[in-house]
């Protein structure tokens, strides 16, 4: 098995992020066309990083005799940067929260349909009424407003809920995080 950065010089002079990189570079205050060495030269850093430790969770994953690697391999990997690991976690959680939240979509989509074709012996009509009551502004049928939220998450205070315009508000600790910020400023 090849080290990673032996793989990283098999693939050099293509770039695998260049146009993703450069929206982020210009993001963070660089110019709207970056240094194409400059591209090139970030390009390599991020697909070292990224083999890396698609590797260590790979080596984490033969260690317990596994073949495949799962989401626990990456989060051993990380285990020493706590910023990646909280934003994996972060990330993991958010995943989480909206195949709950498409469930319940597709949940409420099937009972609407069944209303609608009159699958209950209930008049079409009153279905359609109680369907577009059921719809946000936009036409879509409304989220729910309330993330359900993990145990850990719960016992920490923190979660995310749905404000009335539908975007997502942080409770918990991050509210408090940017309440504190705001006053610092």
């Known amino acids: 098995m ?5 793989r990283v010089l ?4 293509h770039p695998n992020f260049a146009k993703e990189l450069r929206l982020l570079m210009y ?36 260690h317990a005799r596994r073949q ?4 626990d391999d990456f989060r051993f990997a ?16 958010m995943d989480k929260v909206l195949k709950d939240w498409r469930k319940a979509f597709n949940e ?10 009159g699958g209950d012996g209930e008049d079409v009509s009153a279905a359609t009424a109680s369907a577009s009551a059921a719809q946000a502004p936009g036409g879509r049928t409304a ?6 939220r993990s145990s850990s998450a719960a016992a920490a205070g923190e979660g995310v809920a ?23 400023r």
Do not use: M, W
């Open 108 to 117: 409420n989509d099937d009972r609407i349909a069944t209303d609608l074709v």
């Open 10 to 13: 098999q693939q050099k002079g």
């Open 162 to 184: 749905v404000d009335e315009d539908g975007s997502i508000a942080a409770t918990g600790a991050r509210k408090r995080r940017r309440k504190s910020r705001k006053e610092n």
């Open 27 to 62: 993001a963070y205050g660089d110019d709207r066309e970056p240094l194409d060495e400059t591209v090139k030269v970030f390009d390599e850093i991020v697909t070292d990083f990224i083999i890396e430790t698609c590797h260590e969770a790979s080596r984490s994953a033969q």
């Open 2 to 6: 090849a080290e990673p950065r032996a």
């Open 78 to 93: 990380l285990r020493k940067d706590a910023v990646k690991l909280g934003r994996v976690q972060e990330l993991l959680q």
């Open 143 to 148: 989220a729910p407003r309330a993330a359900p």
């Open 68 to 71: 495949k690697i799962k989401v």
